[in-house]
């Protein structure tokens, strides 16, 4: 049930790349939103499959949805590019390609949004229903309840993109200047915002996340998985050196605009370099942590054996 909007645009960015199996599905969820006032952005980051000639046929029949038809940049660079030329609006929403939307996504993040103080930065994420190839689900509100902080966002994403909605203040921020090798745009935007503005997280899905084998970045489907997954990452260390990198750029680009509070954490992180002290002193004392209490002893292992 839609709760008395204002005529408040919703601009909703969709990035594709041979996404044809899938497309059509996930359009018409958000061509069904019960919020009355939403377009859609479409870049296309150079698809080979006839994922372009679905996107020409859709443009013509709906005068909501816009295509922009670009070279391959990959999925971080395609959407910051959406973001920068998506006309103005109230709020943005991010879209992936091979999802369902239920009908109410947009309206439910909108209520949510519209009574925080629309002068901050305020991104919105939730949890996601994870189906399969045919929409069946695996697991549903795949994570429930989970606390977004600055602490948290300098080591660990919470939120998956698809999910996530902005406000136009935080559109402003994020395009303050745009860093280059993110690890993933929702990471940083979750950083960012969670740095400056608020955050919110609303654990009550309204997305089928389909997972399936060309996902580029997926869920897995049991809990066995996900731990081997866990294990894998804390051997590997394949992330590490994007969490010092992204913490850089956060300094180099957004220390001002930080809160005091969130200035304070940022340097006592990097403090954790210069000696075995520091990084003792930092995990006992510190709030920084991860969201599974798994994950947040291996990452202090970590810090404690100076990996990071």
């Known amino acids: 049930m839609i709760e008395n909007f204002n005529d408040d645009t919703v601009i909703i960015l969709l990035s594709t790349y041979n996404g044809k ?45 816009n295509i922009i ?24 929403a991010f879209c992936d390609q091979d999802d369902v939307w239920l009908k109410d996504k947009i309206s439910r993040a909108t209520n949510i949004i519209i009574h925080k103080n629309s002068e901050k930065p305020i991104l919105y994420g939730s949890s996601v229903t994870i189906v399969d190839q045919d929409l069946m689900i695996m697991r549903e509100n795949a994570v429930k309840e989970l606390v977004p902080s600055f602490n948290n966002a300098l080591i660990q994403n919470i939120f998956t993109g698809c999910t996530i909605m902005i406000n136009d203040e935080a559109r402003k921020h994020l395009l303050k200047e745009v860093p280059l090798k993110l690890r993933m745009h929702d ?25 399936h084998g060309n996902n580029a970045v997926g869920s897995y489907k049991n809990k066995v998985n996900l731990w081997v997954k866990r294990i894998k990452r804390f051997k590997s260390g394949s992330s590490l050196p994007f969490i010092m990198h992204h913490a850089n750029e956060l300094n180099r680009i957004f220390y001002n605009d930080l809160t005091k509070e969130n200035q304070k954490m940022l340097n006592e992180f990097f403090d954790i370099r210069k000696n075995i002290a520091y990084r003792i002193r930092f995990v006992l004392t510190k709030k920084i942590s991860r969201q599974n209490f798994f994950d947040d002893i291996l990452f202090k292992i970590l810090i404690l054996f100076k990996k990071i």
């Open 69 to 92: 038809y670009g070279e391959n940049i990959g999925v971080v660079s395609s959407f910051f590019e959406l973001l920068m030329t998506a006309k103005s609006a109230k709020y943005y």
């Open 21 to 65: 199996l899938y497309l059509r599905d996930q359009i018409e969820s958000l061509l069904n939103q019960d919020y009355p006032h939403i377009e859609i952005f479409i870049r296309d980051d150079g698809s080979t499959d006839g994922t372009v000639e679905i996107l020409n046929t859709l443009e013509e029949k709906y005068e909501s949805i």
């Open 187 to 211: 990471w940083w935007m979750y950083q960012v915002i969670s740095g400056i503005g608020e955050v919110v997280y609303d654990s009550d899905s309204r997305i089928l996340y389909r997972q």
